[in-house]
């Protein structure tokens, strides 16, 4: 912890990380090695905590956002095991959120019913001058919340991420448009005892988000390389709230 926490102080305007994002032997010591052993108690806190916690939050995101008829579902991760294990991901860290976006005050209701319900909002990511996604924290669980917009026959989102050859300044991100079949309607769905939203047709959407073998874990699975990856030319911004 110690190491890590020097290099960040050492290096407040990111120039050194971004070089060690650069190389790819630098890489692997400092995130695949370091990182992951020195951290590696609080990642498993954090997944333990989904694991006896997780739906005790759904629930409440689920109380909150349904109380002004946001039209919102589990996403990505927590869809995937969910629907093709009917449980949390073991090696999940944080809950996903899909909400689609109706209307020019969707982002501004969406972060007054979590904040005023409890949540704290820990990062905004922007894009474009949108918040396209959001990152909140309840009961000491992250969650995230992705923005889909509705365009043509499409829902499209937009996720941030660190490209190979990347040397980004801080608080800016690559940026990956991710084009699926419209979600157009949201089911409920019982889990464990309580009701969450899916969205219609969950398997045709996780086979567009993980491919046609969904249902086969695949652990070399990266989310900003599957086939309905768009990349995008204009980085996107982070806000740390």
């Not at 990111?14 to 994002?21: D, K, V, W």
């Not at 589990?74 to 629907?83: A, E, N, R, S």
């Not at 979590?114 to 820990?122: H, P």
């Not at 992705?146 to 365009?151: D, K, L, M, V």
Request: net charge neutral; aromatic share 12%; glycine share 6%.
């Amino acid at each position: 912890m110690a190491l890590i926490s020097l290099i960040k102080r050492m290096d407040k305007n990111g120039r050194l990380r971004s070089c060690i994002r650069s190389n790819s032997i630098l890489f692997w010591m400092y995130y695949g090695f370091f990182a992951k052993v020195i951290y590696y108690p609080q990642t498993r806190r954090k997944r333990v905590n989904i694991q006896k916690h997780g739906r005790e939050l759904l629930q409440h995101v689920y109380i909150l956002l349904t109380a002004e008829e946001v039209t919102f579902f589990v996403d990505f991760g927590t869809l995937l095991g969910i629907i093709r294990e009917g449980r949390f991901l073991g090696h999940d860290l944080d809950i996903d959120i899909g909400v689609i976006i109706e209307d020019a005050h969707t982002r501004e209701k969406v972060q007054r019913l979590l904040t005023n319900g409890g949540c704290e909002l820990k990062k905004s990511f922007i894009y474009n001058g949108n918040v396209v996604e959001q990152s909140y924290t309840y009961s000491g669980i992250k969650f995230d919340i992705c923005f889909y917009e509705n365009e043509a026959n499409h829902s499209v989102c937009y996720l941030f991420y660190i490209a190979d050859d990347s040397c980004l300044m801080p608080g800016k991100l690559n940026v990956v448009k991710m084009r699926y079949t419209m979600i157009k309607h949201v089911e409920k769905h019982e889990f464990e005892g309580i009701t969450i939203n899916v969205p219609e047709n969950p398997e045709r959407l996780l086979e567009e988000k993980y491919g046609i073998d969904w249902r086969i874990p695949n652990k070399n699975w990266v989310y900003w390389k599957t086939p309905t990856a768009e990349y995008c030319d204009d980085l996107g911004t982070v806000i740390t709230h």
